[in-house]
C-alpha cells in the first residue's frame, strides 16, 4: 500500500519557509536601525561638545602673543672648576649655552661676554661639590645661574636678554 505525503497545513496565504525569511529581515532592519541611532547620537554629542572648545581656542589664541623663534649662544670655550673635597681634588667641567629670543639683545649681550663668562665661573666655583651630584642640585645651579645672568644682562642691556641658561655638558670627576 502506499502512503500518502501529508503536508502541513500552513495558515492561509503562506508559503513554506516564507515566515523565517519575515523574521531574519526584521532582525537585520532592527540591527541596522540600533547601529544608526547610536552612530548618530555619538556624533551629535562629541559634534556639541568640540564648538566650545574651538571657540576657547581660538579666544586663547589671540590672547597669547606668539612667542619669538629662540636663539642660542653657545659659551666657548667650556668652564672647568676645580674643588678641593675632603683633601681631594675635584673637577667640574660645564658646557653652557644661552637662550634668549631676539638676536639683537644677544649681540649686545656678546659685547659683554667676559662679564658673562667672569659671573659664571664665581657661580660654578662658589658651589658645593656634593650638592652638584644629584640632579636637584644641578637644576638649581641651572636656575641660579639663569638668574645671575638675566640681572647682569638687565644691567648691561637694559632689558631682558636671557630666558634660560641651559648647560650642553655636564661633568663632574
Partial sequence: ???????PSLPDGQAPGKGKLKLIIIIVLAFLLAVGASVGGTWFFLHKSAKPDEAEAKAAEHAEP???QAVYEILAPSFVVNF???GRQRYL???????????????????Q??????QLVM??????F????????KEMLRQ???????????????QLTVEQVLFTNFVLQ
Avoid at 1 to 7: G, I, N, W
Avoid at 113 to 118: D, E, F, G, Q
Avoid at 144 to 156: G, H, V, Y
Fill in 1 to 7: 500500500m502506499a502512503k500518502k505525503e501529508q503536508t
Fill in 66 to 68: 606668539t612667542k619669538k
Fill in 84 to 86: 678641593n673635597q675632603n
Fill in 93 to 111: 667641567q660645564v658646557a653652557v649655552a644661552l637662550m634668549g629670543r631676539d638676536q639683537a639683545q644677544m649681540d649686545a649681550l656678546r659685547e
Fill in 113 to 118: 661676554m667676559p662679564l658673562v663668562r667672569n
Fill in 123 to 128: 657661580l660654578f666655583s662658589s658651589q658645593n
Fill in 130 to 137: 656634593d650638592n652638584l651630584v644629584t640632579p636637584v642640585g
Fill in 144 to 158: 641660579q645661574a639663569t638668574s645671575s645672568l638675566q640681572e647682569l644682562a638687565k644691567k648691561a642691556t637694559g
